[in-house]
Structure formats: C-alpha cells, structure tokens
C-alpha cells in the first residue's frame, strides 16, 4: 500500500435507474454502494466511468450539483465502454473517479447575466447540469433562453424536462429545432446555427455552446456575426482522455490539457490554442 | 569527497547490494547497454550510455495499476499498490538525471502520481560523470552539465578510482554505507577530470544548439511553420523515439482479463501513434504531421510554457541514434530556429 491517494483507483457506483431517452442515448442513474453521491461536483465537470475488463471513459456530468442524491450521466452509444452500458441494466456495478476539469463559471461570471444555452445532440448533456443549476438558483441569473436542436423530435434528449419543467419556467424561453420535417412535430425545422440566426438574438447575453464540433463552429461563426464577442461565449470540449489529470497525454492541445484546463473554455481563449480540437 | 579503487568497484556494488536492489548499466549480448541489476559476477558496462533511459526504474514501460474481482453485476476493487523497497540506480548519466526533474514535474504535481511518486521516494541515484561524450551528445544546448551531474551522489570514474560526492540526505546515508569501502580524498582528480570534459563538450558537433527559436509562447510563430510538411514526411510512426526518450511520459491505461479476474495496468504511449487521439467518434490529429509536430512543440513550446521554460528534452542523443529515418529533434530544432542554430 502507499501513503499517497490514488485518483486513478475508483470507488465503486452501481446504477440504481437507466432512462432511455432517444434511439441512441440513455441517461444512467449513479450512487454508491451505500447509496450516497459518489462525490461533489460543479456544472461541467467530468467523470471517468469504467467497466472492468472493458475500459473506462471520460463523461460529463449531466444532473446539477444541487441534486445531492445521486448522479446521472446521458451517454450516446458509440465505442466499447457506451455500447456495454448501454446494454446495462439497473443494479450493475461500475466503477467512479472524479470530479475532473474546470466547471463553468456559474458563480461569478455567468451572476446577474442573461444566459443563452444553445446545445446539438448529446451536446445538451453538459449543459443540462449548468441548466438545471441556474434553474435551482433563479433569482441569481437574468433571462434564460435555451435553443437545442437534434435529427429528429425522437432524438431530443431530455425532451419531457423540457417541455414540463424547463419550458414553463418563467422567464425561461425554449426554442427547440430538428433537421428534417416530421409527422407530429408542428416546431420548427433547421438546423442549430441557422435557428439561431434567426432568432437574432440581443447581444447582452452570455452563450454556453455544446455539440457537435460542426454545430460549435457555424454557431460560433453566427454569434460573431450578430455582434457577439468571444468573452461571452462559452463551450465544453471532448477529447480523448486517460488519467484525467493532465499526465497521460493524451488530450494536450498547446499548452493546456482539456482534463483539468478544460473541458469548460471561453471562447477567446481557445483562439489562443492550435486549431487542434 | 570520498573515493575508491577501481578494483574494489564490486566490493562496493556488493555492500550496496546487501540493503537495496542495485542496478546499473550492464553489456547485453548484443553489445548495447541497459540498466539491469547486480548481482554477484555481473560486470558494470562501460558505455557511454544505454539504450533505454533508467525512467523504467521509476515509470516502467508496464506497469499494473489495481485489480478488479467481478462477479454477476458486483465490483471488487482491489488497490494493489504494494510497498516499494529501496533500490539504488548506479551509473545514471548526467542527461538522464535531469530528465527525472521533468518527469517530477508531471508526475509529483496534484494530483500526486502515487505510482511514480513511491519509486522516486526511495529510489537512490548515483549520476555518473561523463569522460567521452558521443557526437550525438547535445546535454550542453539544455544547459546540462555533463561532467558534473546532480542526483542523489555523483560519481567520478578516473583511470584508477571511482570518486563519490554525496549532495542529499538519501545520498549521504548511502554513502554513510560505504564508509569503509571509501576513503576521504581530495578533489584534483575529480577536478582535471571536469576541465578536460569540459572542453571537449565544447568541440562537440551539436555544441552550438540554440534553443532561443523555442520556449513557452512561441506556439503562434512555430504552430502553421510551413516546415513541419517536410520534416514529417518521412515519419513512419513507429514511435522509437518516444521509447528510447527520457522525457517523453504519455501512457495508456488498459485492463486486461486473466480469467481470474481483471489487471488494469498502464503502458507507454506514444502522440505519433494514430490511435493516440482516436475516439468513437473522431480524431483531432489525424495526420502524421499533425502527431510529429504535437511531439516536439510539446518538448519545446509547451512543456516550457507550463514549466518556467524548462525543455522537455536533456540532449541525451538517443534519438538521433535509434530513428529510422534519421530523423530526430536536433534536425527539427536547425530547421525552425533558423539560420541562428545552424
């Protein structure tokens, strides 16, 4: 044994609820063994999750720190460690380490500002805990307004919270799109970027953007366009990641490693990163 | 100062040896060098250095981190750190001696790397003064001082005797050891020793390296360098360099199933591997250019942005020995510093 903590050593979490929520994307339910939160976080601070013998994987954390009964995670099936969850029922046992990174600035720089949440897909998954964070505390935060968008109305994650918690908070606008027409769905169509635009929305608002790297770079683009400076916006990255803690390597981007100097960036300060990410 | 003869060099490997694994630089078969550990009739090399740097001592190419025990939905972790015992690194060069202060600073900074941080702590190491630097040798450009290196004792090997000073707490215990294998000398062998390595570092070929083109900030002038196309093209990614590197301390974690259980253990890594990067879902350097440039603007542009302008590399030459192509940081240095580093 050593004297020193080990961050790379996990605790055990067993996922106590898993929601499916689109075709592609479920949201795990995470406690302890003796049912508690595996550990405090902020809005956008990651954990490493692990099957044993099958790998471990970097997730944002989806619910908000003011849930202080467990922690959920919506994670998109794609590579080995999301597919062998997604195939997880509740009861199973996984592995826990966290939290990593740096969250969003939800109490200093984002108090008293307007907020404008705009996520593609999964995308939304960080943001949801930033979401449901200036949510708990209201009174804090001006004019919330939340554009999301994804393929289909079948693929808009957390779509229920929306529409009956989100959308019917006051002073709380949701403008939700989907690329492509569909039966049943009377909202608009389009993708993200271009929503946007035509909301045309006042430039006294601080942006936080989550989503595909396309989505992340038309929406910048279009922000900047309508008067925008990059000070006020906001995105999380992903990268691929090991340790978490700036050692392995593996998510160096210049001088900054996306696990502890990211994942949270203001936009000006990626401008100052090779065009790497 | 303290020395020995020569030929009492095993007498004192031995005395060593009764408190602690030592290893040091001993002839492979195959005529190179590597750190191994002594044992009775086991010869110290006299090469100049070893393929491999002694970081394997201290962040091995493998090593098991924790175990798991899984049964139906349940997890068992099982922390399988395990006690290190002293051990003492004898021989250890003066590059390689400072390529652990820049691994200290990856891995002994919070979150301390517990794995590491144990073999630093009771790991002892006797740097080794050098007499007959290589034309690949290029310490000096990184301000390394090859005839007096640091570590925990430094050594001297003359013609007739082995010179020891001891310069920390762990490096006066163990000379404290070999009190009566030494004696109290004074230090003008040592001395003529330094002056006439001193000048021959000078005359070295690669003695004029200029690192003034590289260090933190310089990522906007060297990042889009129109001569990362050509000094890549060759790279065939094998990732030599980066084994035979000192400094170089990416890794990768993967979990193994014994049938019995499951091991998850770290390996080398290397950023001029393709995998590197790779996720589900994309990868952000997708061409061997884009890795190659990620390894030396680390070694000098981003390592020193984070690190007082410290270089991630210590000029050991191991590179520019190994690399199939010829390829190698000294080259990549002349060609973006400019004229002034020819």
Known sequence: ?277 | MRKCSLNAVNEVFAEIAKAAKLYLPVDQADGSAAFKEWENGVTWSSALNTVKSPKDLFFPQTEDLMAFKTEGKSIEVIDTRREVEDFVVFGVRACDVKSFEILDRVFIKEPVDSYYASKREKGVIVALACTKPSETCFCTAFGICAEEPCGDVSAWKTEDALYFRANTEKGEALMKRLEALTEECGEDAVNAQKEKTAQIMKKLPLAKLDTGAFGGGKTEQLFNAPEWDELSSACLGCGTCTFVCPTCQCYDIKDFNTGNGVIRYRCWDSCMYSEFTKMAHGNNRLTQKERFRQRFMHKLVYYPENNDGLFSCVGCGRCLAKCPISMNIVKVMKKLGGKDSE
């Open chain 1, 1 to 277: 044994m050593s004297n020193y903590e080990e961050t790379l050593i996990p605790q055990v979490g067993v996922i106590t609820d898993v929601r499916i929520d689109t075709p592609d994307i479920k949201t795990f339910r995470v406690v302890t063994l003796d049912g508690k939160k595996a550990f405090d976080h902020r809005p956008g601070q990651c954990a490493m999750l692990s099957i044993p013998g099958v790998g471990e994987a970097m997730f944002s954390i989806t619910s908000s720190p003011t849930n202080e009964e467990y922690m959920e995670f919506s994670i998109k099936k794609c590579g080995c460690v999301t597919e062998w969850l997604h195939q997880a029922e509740a009861g199973q046992q996984i592995t826990i380490r966290g939290p990593y990174g740096k969250p969003f600035p939800v109490d200093d720089v984002f108090v008293g500002k307007n907020l404008l949440f705009i996520a593609g897909g999964v995308g939304l998954a960080p943001l949801r805990s930033v979401i449901n964070y200036v949510r708990h505390y209201r009174d804090r935060y001006g004019d919330i307004d939340i554009v999301y968008g994804s393929r289909s109305k079948d693929d808009l994650l957390d779509y229920k919270e929306i529409i009956e918690e989100w959308a019917t908070d006051a002073g709380v606008k949701v403008h939700l799109t989907i690329d492509n027409p569909q039966e049943g769905w009377d909202g608009h169509v389009g993708f993200v970027p271009n929503y946007v635009k035509e909301l045309g929305f006042d430039t006294n608002k601080t942006a936080v953007l989550c989503g595909p790297p396309i989505m992340i770079k038309f929406t910048l683009e279009g922000l900047t366009a309508i008067g925008f400076d990059k000070t006020q916006i906001y995105t999380t990255l992903e990268l691929r990641m090991k340790c978490g803690v700036g050692k392995c390597g593996r998510c160096n981007v210049g001088a900054k490693y996306v696990c502890k100097d990211g994942p949270v960036f203001r936009c000006d300060e990626l401008d100052e990163l090779p065009d790497e990410y």
